[in-house]
Every structure is written in C-alpha cells, then in structure tokens.
C-alpha cells in the first residue's frame, strides 16, 4: 500500500507539474504579441543569446565536421564509396547533427543563462515589484527572451551545418585529396532543399521553442534563494535536453517516413 501510495503521489505530482507548464507555455504564447510591439527589446535579446553563442558553435560545427569526414572517409572506403563523402557530411548536418548538436550547446550555454537571469530576477524581487505596478512580466521579460530564442536557433544550426560542411571539405578536399568538384557536385544532385534543409529548420525551430521555454520556466518558478537558482539551471540543461533528443526521434519519424 506503501508503495502504490507513493507511486499515485509522484504520478499526480508530475501531471500537476506538466499541467503547470502547459498552462505557462500558454500564457507565454499570448504574450508574444505584446512584446512583437517593442521589437528592440527582441532584437536585445538575438543580441544577447544568439550572438554571444556564436563562438562555441561555430568551434564545434568546425570540429564536427573534420571528424565526420574522417569518420566517413574510413567507413566508405571500405565499400568503395569515398565519392560519397561529401553527400553523407552534408545530410548528417542538415537533417540530424546540425539542428540537435546546436540545440543541445543552446540549451547548456544560452538556457541556463536564460534560467539564471530570470532567477535572480525573481531572487531580487524584481518580478514581484513588476507585477505590483501593473506590469506584466510575462510580456516585458519572458516573451522577448522566447522570440530571442526561437529566431536564434535556426540560424545558428544553419551557421553550424555551414561551419561544419566547410571543415569536413578541409578534411576531404585539402588533406586527403578528394576531388573538389565531386565533393559539391554530388552534394548539389543529392540534397533536397525542402525534404533536406527545410526538415531541418523545422526541427531547429522546434528546438528552439523547446529549449527557450524549458529555461524561461525554470528560471520563473524557481525557488527565490541562491540554491534553488542553482538547481534550476541544472533542471534547464537536463530537462530541455531529453525533450529535444526525445522531439528528434518524433520528427525524424514523421518527417522521413514516406519516400
């Protein structure tokens, strides 16, 4: 009895919880188009996730690119398909190391950021004295920061897939002698723009809500004292990173289903 008393607990802990973010993330959709209105402070915010993530995700698209070209290299060789390497690279970015690789730096670098800030908003009691003049904080700090975020994400996984084509031609090109013109040409007859490049833009749209307004509600309904800050951004790295690898595997099966 213990237990199944303890098991119906949790489980009805976590529903209110999901329920409680549903609800947040509602709130948060009707806020947007106030915030759409002062579009700077948006801007501010593309500035401030988007821009200052720009170093460790142009490193790591480079570095996954040289290894992916190695990797494949030695794979394709095998089978006598080293032709293919370039096309191989560029699919595995577009569809599937692009858009996730970038979600998951996001959601360690600029989420837990997001959580932080908007936690010792609330630690300071910045968010309560909003709301005592009438202001909604929703509107004048969250939903910036949620537009800021999903604008930012697609372009940085479309500057990753960029980087890291571009170090995996380096590799195969430059170093180990694969033609330059097979290594483009098979890459222009092999991708698609919409099924390719699109899917992969849907999916880092997604990720981008996903990881924006996992952080904003940590950051919210955190505990106002330093520890509780603390373990938010620990909740913001975990939690928006098990949603988008679960998200990938939902999109990838819908998006690549049919022929």
Not at 40 to 45: R, S
Not at 195 to 201: F, P, S, T, Y
Not at 221 to 233: D, L
């Amino acid at each position: 009895m213990n237990f199944l008393q303890t098991l119906g607990q949790t489980v009805l802990s976590q529903l209110g919880r999901w329920g409680h973010g549903t609800f947040f993330f509602l709130d948060l959709l009707k806020a947007v188009p106030v915030s759409l209105r002062r579009f700077g402070l948006v801007m501010d915010q593309i500035n401030a996730i988007g821009n200052r993530s720009l170093v460790i995700i142009m490193a790591s698209g480079l570095s996954v690119g040289f290894v992916l070209a190695l990797q494949m290299y030695y794979a394709l060789t095998t089978y006598g398909a080293a032709e293919s390497l370039g096309l191989i690279v560029n699919l595995s970015l577009v569809r599937e190391l692009g858009p996730v690789v970038t979600a998951l730096l996001f959601a360690g670098r600029a989420g837990t950021s997001l959580t932080a800030e908007i936690g010792l908003m609330k630690a300071g009691e910045q968010i309560a004295a909003m709301e005592l003049m009438a202001i909604d904080p929703k509107a004048r700090v969250l939903a910036p920061r949620f537009l800021g975020g999903i604008i930012s994400m697609p372009l940085l996984a479309a500057l990753f897939s960029t980087v890291g084509i571009l170090g995996a031609y380096v590799v195969a090109v430059l170093l180990i002698g694969i033609d330059a013109g097979n290594f483009w040409s098979i890459q222009q007859n092999g991708v698609d723009v919409w099924r390719d490049v699109g899917n992969g833009v849907v999916k880092s749209f997604v990720f981008g809500v996903i990881c924006t307004a996992v952080a904003l509600y940590q950051g919210y309904e955190t505990e106002a004292t330093p520890e509780g800050v603390a373990y938010a951004t620990t909740r913001t790295v975990v939690t928006a990173s098990l949603s988008v690898l679960a998200m990938d595997f939902i999109l990838t099966a819908v998006m690549f289903s049919t022929p």
